[in-house]
């Protein structure tokens, strides 16, 4: 999981959970203020009722007009607790309450005809909002002694808008909350993108500093902040590694000049030794030397081009005839293709390129030389074609042999990589080549690939046109 999504994640759960613990605390509130409300004017109509009862003439007497209540507006039930009813308000025909096991409030539900029940004409607009026939009421039980007698008293108020009121705000308050956590979420995340871009920024530029770009470094932000202290670690590291791989490559560039000079004296005697009368014995062991010379002198060839090559950042550019450098180190390998019974086939569109014919060339050769060596004996082919894509100069080279292993084609290009390490002795070579041929294409402003696969290997390659 991405930064971003966990940092979005983390706030959007906490500001559900803040959000909902706010809504049940303001949810409670609402309930309870007005249940306190309603147990009052219970309450105080508990207390007209037991007021306007009297005993007269040896019985029970209820004088409604003493109250200024409307009594028919509630379920009210006065009785002896001997037997008798002493007062009932005509909502006890439509339903009927029981005792409850104590004196105090509760809470009942109960089937009736909402037609049976008063509800306000001011809230008139709101009665749809109230769903079924079962109705809450809210029950106050009273025992009371008037003279030697005790008397029960019922009374319960229905709250059937109330209810339906309740319902409504909880559910527009699960969607505020719904709506309030989907908006957090898009906030969230948009704000995480904005907190991460510079994150961003300093991984992109990471990817893009290379081994020949290591003099490039992450932009400073202006805020010194803890991804100003990053980029500061990450740009003292890359300080590190270019004066490294400085001295690496001006130590492999001094060493191979070095090697250069003796190596060519000893070469030179040793050539003097061969045009000697010498023994059959001596001659083999003094030539497979000069073998070795040789594989030693094109290594430090080799060695001074890369060091050469790595050193450039730019490189001459004119117009250069692809079709005529390609036919040219193609008969310069004329004998090699005969002698393995190579067939070598191209199709070359007449395009100019824009570079340095000699480094040209000295692409084409090594990737043919390539071509060749690793071709199928007596009956290969190689397949060289060059066309114009999007303003480029696309360039196929295929040749028929061993395939190359998938897990080694990312590291071909890379310097002494060898995809087989007999290949070295059977073929020659130094395994710079490769590495050679892409950085020359690279400082052309090109870029180079490889696949291989059904028994073809492919390299292809990009140049700007002329």
Same mark, same amino acid.
């Given at each position: ?9 983390w706030i959007a759960?906490?500001?559900?959970l803040?959000a909902?613990?706010f809504?049940? =605390? ?9 249940e ?6 219970l309450l ?5 009722v037991?007021t306007?009862t009297?005993?007269k003439e040896?019985g029970?007497y ?5 109250t200024?209540?409307?009594l ?8 002896k607790e ?14 009927d ?9 509760g809470?009942?539900e ?5 037609q049976?029940?008063?509800?306000d ?15 809450k009421?809210k ?15 019922i ?7 109330y209810?339906?009121?309740?319902d ?6 699960l969607?505020?909350i719904?709506v309030?956590?989907?908006g ?9 993108g ?9 991984n992109?530029?990471?990817k ?16 010194k902040?803890?991804?100003y ?6 740009? =003292? ?5 270019q ?7 001006e130590?492999i ?8 000079i003796?190596?060519? *004296? ?8 061969l045009?000697?009368?010498?023994s ?6 003094l ?14 060839k080799d060695?001074?081009?890369i !060091?050469?090559?790595?050193?450039k950042e ?6 250069v ?21 190579i067939?070598?086939t ?10 340095d ?8 050769i ?11 004996? !007596?009956s290969?082919?190689?397949t ?8 480029? =100069? ?6 028929s042999?061993?395939?190359i292993?998938?897990e ?8 002494f990589?060898r ?5 070295a002795?059977?073929?020659g070579?130094?395994g ?8 020359i *294409?690279?400082l052309?402003g090109?870029?180079i690939?490889?696949e291989s696969k059904?028994?073809?290997t ?7 046109? =002329?």
């Amino acid at each position: 999981m991405k930064v971003r999504t966990k940092f979005t994640t983390w706030i959007a759960l906490n500001s559900f959970l803040a959000a909902l613990l706010f809504s049940l =605390a303001v949810y409670h509130e609402i309930i309870e203020e007005p249940e306190k409300l309603i147990k009052r004017e219970l309450l105080d109509i508990s207390n007209a009722v037991l007021t306007a009862t009297e005993i007269k003439e040896g019985g029970f007497y209820f004088a409604a007009s003493l109250t200024d209540y409307p009594l028919e507006r509630y379920y009210i039930r006065l009785s002896k607790e001997s037997g008798g009813i002493i007062y009932a308000s005509p909502l006890t025909q439509s339903v009927d309450i029981p005792l409850l096991q104590d004196d105090g409030f509760g809470s009942v539900e109960r089937k009736i005809d909402l037609q049976d029940i008063w509800l306000d004409p001011l809230e008139s607009d709101d009665f749809d909002e109230i769903k079924g026939d079962t109705v809450k009421f809210k029950v106050l039980q009273l025992t009371s002694k008037k003279g030697s007698e005790a008397i029960s008293l019922i009374i319960a108020k229905p709250l059937a808008l109330y209810t339906a009121e309740l319902d409504e705000l909880l559910h527009e308050m699960l969607i505020i909350i719904i709506v309030t956590t989907m908006g957090i979420v898009a906030i969230s995340y948009f704000l995480a993108g904005k907190l991460l871009e510079p994150i961003g920024t300093i991984n992109r530029k990471i990817k893009s500093i290379r081994e020949n770009s290591l003099d490039e470094r992450i932009p400073l932000g202006k805020s010194k902040d803890e991804l100003y202290t990053l980029s500061l670690s990450l740009n =003292a590291m890359f300080d590190r590694l270019q004066h490294s791989f400085t001295k690496q490559k001006e130590f492999i560039s001094s060493a191979a000049h070095e090697m250069k000079i003796p190596l060519a *004296i000893v070469m030179l005697s040793q050539e003097e030794i061969l045009s000697r009368n010498l023994s059959e014995d001596m001659y083999r062991e003094l030539s497979r030397q000069m073998v070795n010379l040789h594989r030693l002198n094109k290594l430090v060839k080799d060695l001074l081009d890369i !060091s050469q090559l790595e050193h450039k950042e730019f490189i001459e550019r004119n117009a250069v005839n692809l079709p005529v450098i390609i036919e040219k180190v193609l008969e310069d390998f004329d004998l090699l293709l005969l002698a393995g019974k190579i067939q070598c086939t191209t199709n070359i569109e007449r395009i100019n390129v824009l570079g340095d014919k000699d480094k040209l060339v000295r692409v084409f050769i090594n990737l043919i030389d390539n071509a060749i060596k690793y071709n199928i004996k !007596s009956s290969g082919h190689i397949t060289i074609s060059a066309a114009k894509e999007n303003e480029q =100069a696309k360039i196929i080279i295929e040749n028929s042999g061993k395939e190359i292993p998938a897990e080694d084609l990312p590291y071909i290009f890379e310097q002494f990589y060898r995809v087989e390490k007999s290949r070295a002795v059977e073929y020659g070579g130094t395994g710079l080549g490769l590495t050679i041929v892409k950085r020359i *294409i690279e400082l052309h402003g090109g870029t180079i690939s490889v696949e291989s696969k059904s028994g073809i290997t492919t390299i292809t390659f990009y140049l700007p046109i =002329a």
